[in-house]
């Protein structure tokens, strides 16, 4: 998934116990019984994905997380001895960095803006764990430019004989078993930029997707490949925890009906459900800023929703100056990022200058998005920006689409991945259904080991790290767990699952 991601410092309402921060003995020392493979050669595993392969936690992929990624744990059940894996130092590599908790009363967090360094490089061979943050479909065979990890775990294994993509260090493996969980980023960062970056087209994904598949089959080791699907949008709190917070903030708040979000233009496209938009902006009505069918307000958006209600107008009551010209600022950098201005440009911007800009901004995103001759009579009716009027509370000040998915963006996203899914489902040997498990554990309000009666929330600090993203050591062992349910299942072997009480819950604190 996106390694990128930027939230916060406070994450509201994360209800974590001391237990979080006190180490149980290290699962890597604690016995496993012989494995029974069945019908499967479970001899050379190699594991094939993103950060969520990787084990990246908290923002960062660093060793304390690493070894309890699900290929690593899942390697230890099968017995396989050297299990190879990119390890970082700690606190590893982020940006900014490792999200650590500074405070547990109140759960104060903070970025270690310091970085680790590799720690199991040049053993002459190509890492087991070929999980690569921030990869999509396409760089199973085609290197991604600007990709820190990439060259790290790919080649830092045996620098001396670099690799051009990551299928030519599975075939210098020669793997028996192969698990390929790759797709989420496909649709991850349609999700987190609230709907401004594109996802991958659909019929791309799958010529991506069935090829890399078919690679990997017509290895001389003929792998057993499994295929991991994608988890809904609606199931990590990145995406679900912000908007009940702010509903509650609100709700007795007769004056604030809700939230006015600025939109994205988009045309009318069947095959992923989206029905067409030609507003600049909407109200995201209070009774549905919970209902994740309706609004998702991410994570990123806690730092302005303080803000909302605020108006540049200095005699207006919620006039607040620091908070002015935190919205001003975040509008230059909009303005820098769409390459309309350049910084020093955009530094210099008055705020009828950033009003001004913003409003020809958004009557040329109409006139490309439709380009049908209906652009002059938009503009006419389009009254643009003006920051004297309620941030959020107004079409003229909306809160930046960026960090919200509205109803169609939320649509288009269920849909996308719905496709994707489908195209995952055809291939491979063995189907690892990751999106209904964690659609359960929603529907269920937590998931509850078998095998210790642990019981994990759905929530920042239990089932998922401190980035709201990706898993936690014990959700990775409850993903190994339904693992290897479904290898038991489908190739009649007896592979043992993982005690979760025994897995250490590894909060990252500061020191």
């Not at 990624?69 to 299990?83: D, G, H, K, V, Y």
């Not at 405070?103 to 690569?132: F, H």
């Not at 913003?358 to 009579?377: C, E, K, R, S, V």
Request: charged share 15%; aromatic share 10%.
């Amino acid at each position: 998934m996106n390694y990128l991601i930027k939230h916060s410092k406070k994450l509201l309402s994360l209800v974590l116990v001391l237990a979080l921060i006190t180490s149980c003995k290290d699962y890597q020392d604690l016995d496993v019984e012989p494995v029974d493979s069945g019908d499967a050669d479970f001899s050379t595993y190699v594991a094939v994905g993103n950060s969520l392969t990787a084990g990246f936690q908290s923002n960062a992929l660093y060793e304390d997380a690493q070894k309890y990624s699900f290929p690593n744990l899942l390697a230890r059940q099968l017995q396989i001895e050297n299990f190879e894996q990119p390890l970082i130092g700690n606190p590893g590599i982020g940006n900014p960095g490792r999200i650590e908790l500074t405070n547990l009363e109140n759960s104060t967090t903070q970025y270690n803006t310091n970085q680790g360094q590799p720690i199991n490089t040049g053993i002459s061979q190509p890492y087991n764990n070929l999980g690569v943050p921030g990869i999509k479909v396409d760089a199973y065979l085609n290197a991604p430019n600007e990709n820190p990890f990439y060259p790290l775990v790919v080649n830092e294994g045996n620098p001396q004989s670099p690799l051009p993509n990551i299928h030519a260090a599975v075939q210098a493996l020669q793997p028996t078993v192969v698990s390929f969980w790759l797709g989420n980023n496909d649709i991850l960062s349609y999700v987190t930029s609230g709907g401004l970056r594109e996802f991958t087209n659909p019929s791309d994904f799958q010529t991506q997707y069935v090829s890399a598949i078919t690679q990997i089959q017509n290895l001389e080791s003929d792998p057993t490949v499994v295929t991991a699907n994608i988890p809904s949008v609606a199931s990590i709190p990145f995406a679900t925890t912000a908007g009940p917070q702010f509903q509650s903030q609100i709700e007795s708040n007769q004056q604030v009906p809700g939230l006015v979000v600025q939109k994205t233009f988009y045309q009318q496209n069947q095959q992923i459900g989206a029905s067409e938009n030609r507003e600049p902006a909407g109200l995201i009505e209070k009774e549905n800023l919970d209902d994740p069918s309706q609004a998702l307000i991410l994570l990123t958006a806690r730092d302005f929703l303080p803000y909302v209600g605020v108006s540049a107008n200095p005699q207006a009551p919620t006039y607040d100056e620091a908070a002015v010209n935190a919205i001003l600022n975040y509008w230059r950098g909009y303005i820098v990022n769409a390459g309309v201005a350049t910084e020093q440009e955009a530094a210099n911007y008055s705020q009828s200058d950033i009003e001004d800009t913003l409003t020809q901004m958004t009557i040329g995103q109409y006139q490309q998005t439709f380009n049908d001759g209906t652009t002059p009579t938009f503009a006419a009716n389009y009254d643009g920006f003006d920051f004297n009027q309620p941030f959020g509370l107004s079409g003229q000040n909306p809160f930046p689409n960026q960090f919200v998915l509205g109803a169609n963006e939320i649509s288009i996203t269920n849909t996308v991945t719905g496709i994707f899914n489908s195209v995952i489902a055809s291939q491979g040997d063995v189907n690892f259904d990751v999106n209904s498990f964690f659609d359960q554990v929603i529907q269920d309000g937590q998931y509850t080991d078998p095998n210790s009666n642990t019981t994990l929330q759905p929530t920042i600090g239990s089932l998922f790290s401190l980035d709201g993203i990706h898993p936690s050591n014990r959700a990775h062992a409850a993903l190994t767990n339904e693992l290897i349910k479904t290898l038991n299942n489908a190739t009649n072997a007896n592979i043992d699952q993982i005690n979760v009480a025994k897995i250490p819950e590894g909060i990252p604190v500061a020191n």
